[in-house]
């Protein structure tokens, strides 16, 4: 089972490795996904009938994400997942699912892209709280202004668009 490259039903993020995109509406090509709970998964360690496992082998496995569409609904997205060991399955999943993502296969745009709304984000903050106290901006910006601009965590990324959403 460890050669398939299984994750145990419980297994919870790594936040030095791995970030947690609250909806499938933000999964993009190429990412390095995991489904996020531990309801979808399977427990790995039982015995398994052979429905149970071929569902395990695509939810207990991180896979890279191809080929994604969206229905004309919304509401469910198909991808290819291709995974380790270079098998691919067809996953159908309602857009409401959480996924993890691995780090390092968050496509640069998405990351860049980010981080110019997070500082406007921020900036925005700023400006509508001068409204109250208005010689606040022009001292400046707030240790707190100055950390969040700094931050270039993903998951300060994905806050963002899934406040856009």
């Known amino acids: 089972m460890e050669k398939l490259g299984f ?4 297994y919870t993020m790594d936040p030095e490795t791995e970030d947690l995109l609250p909806s499938g509406e933000m999964l993009r090509e190429g990412m390095v996904v995991l489904i996020e709970s531990w309801q979808w998964r399977y427990d790995i360690d039982r015995e398994l009938t052979d429905r149970s496992f071929n569902l395990a082998l ?69 400006w509508n709280r ?3 106290q208005p010689d606040m901006f022009v001292g400046g910006l707030t240790r707190k202004d100055t950390a969040l ?7 300060r990324i994905f806050r963002i668009f899934d406040q856009e959403a």
């Open 149 to 155: 601009i700094l931050d270039s965590e993903t998951s």
């Open 130 to 132: 001068s409204k109250n």
């Open 58 to 126: 695509q939810r207990n496995r991180w896979c890279t994400v191809t080929q994604i569409k969206r229905n004309e609904l919304g509401n469910h997205f198909k991808f290819v997942g291709v995974y380790e060991d270079g098998t691919k399955r067809v996953r159908e999943i309602p857009t409401g699912v959480a996924w993890l993502v691995k780090l390092d296969s968050i496509p640069p745009h998405i990351t860049e892209s980010g981080k110019y709304e997070a500082v406007f984000a921020i900036l925005a903050d700023v």
């Open 7 to 10: 994750v145990p039903q419980t």
